[in-house]
Nanobody, 121 residues
Framework: QVQLVESGGGLVQAGSSLRLSCAAS????????LGWFRQAPGKDREFVSG??????TYYADSVKGRFTVSRADSRTFYLQLNMLKPEDTAVYYC????????????????WGQGTQVTVSS
């Protein structure tokens, strides 16, 4: 059972930056697609970004050019959030996909507990 723990969320002003971290209990990243999702109150969980084992990255249109996903090692990966907007306010989750690249939450079988990001205007 893989356990994921996110950290790095907080309350910031619009235009600020945060770096979210995701740490895994075991080595999963060498062959797994890793994703970041977010969920705002009253909304569905949505894909934000993801990274393939080969380093290819993917982003939602709403965050492209502002967020950057990266992998530090086999157990840790990051989501850098720049130029934050109030509409980025949500709980952010990291997750491991069952098979390959996907933007659908149902295709992920391991999830962290989430970290809150709140952006004030």
């Amino acid at each position: 059972q893989v356990q994921l723990v996110e950290s790095g969320g907080g309350l910031v002003q619009a235009g600020s930056s945060l770096r979210l971290s995701c740490a895994a209990s075991e080595r999963t990243y060498s062959s797994s697609f890793l994703g970041w999702f977010r969920q705002a109150p009253g909304k569905d969980r949505e894909f934000v970004s993801g990274i393939r084992p080969n380093g290819n990255t993917y982003y939602a249109d709403s965050v492209k050019g502002r967020f950057t996903v990266s992998r530090a090692d086999s157990r840790t990966f990051y989501l850098q959030l720049n130029m934050l907007k109030p509409e980025d306010t949500a709980v952010y989750y990291c997750a491991v996909a069952r098979r390959g690249y996907s933007r659908t939450a149902a295709d992920y079988n391991y999830w962290g507990q989430g970290t809150q990001v709140t952006v004030s205007s």
